[in-house]
């Protein structure tokens, strides 16, 4: 029974455009909370330095104008529109999707994170040219590519809708 919680969490009511809009409302919010932490971040350290938190974690400003791990940053420009195309394209199918299924709660919050990121970083892309990045965990000298609150968003809804599907498989 327990296992049904994670598959089977649709709406008793179904899909509605009352649900659909009220996970647009948390994308909105998503964004909002990025763009923000992304404006403390420019206005709280110049370009390219960092603060120490603890031995595993900085707070820094930097900017990707590539994808995932700077895929593509330092191709000349190009790549910039190319991304924000490819966020437009993502977009547009995850609305259609939240439409078409909002009466699946948890895929529907996954959605809406997907949906976030995918925004979040666009308008970066379009207002600045770049991604703006500044959360930096390391290890012994290593350091993950530094991220931002819509990647967060991006990963978690595309590890969710995954683990859902997954679950789905299994039990159906």
Known sequence: MADNCLTDSSSPRGSTPGRFVLFI????????????????????????????????FNICHVVNTGAAFSFLGEAGGWQVVLFAGFALVVSAVVVWMLFKHNDKTLLSLCLACILAGALGNLI????????????????????WPAFNVADIAICIGAFGAVFLEFFKGKHH
């Open 124 to 143: 970066d892309r379009v207002l600045l040219g770049h991604v703006i990045d500044f959360l930096d965990f390391h290890l012994a000298g290593w350091h």
């Open 25 to 56: 409302l948390f994308a909105l919010v998503l964004i909002a909370l990025d763009q923000a932490t992304k404006l403390w971040i420019t206005q709280a350290l110049a370009y390219g330095t960092a603060i120490y938190v603890t031995s595993f």
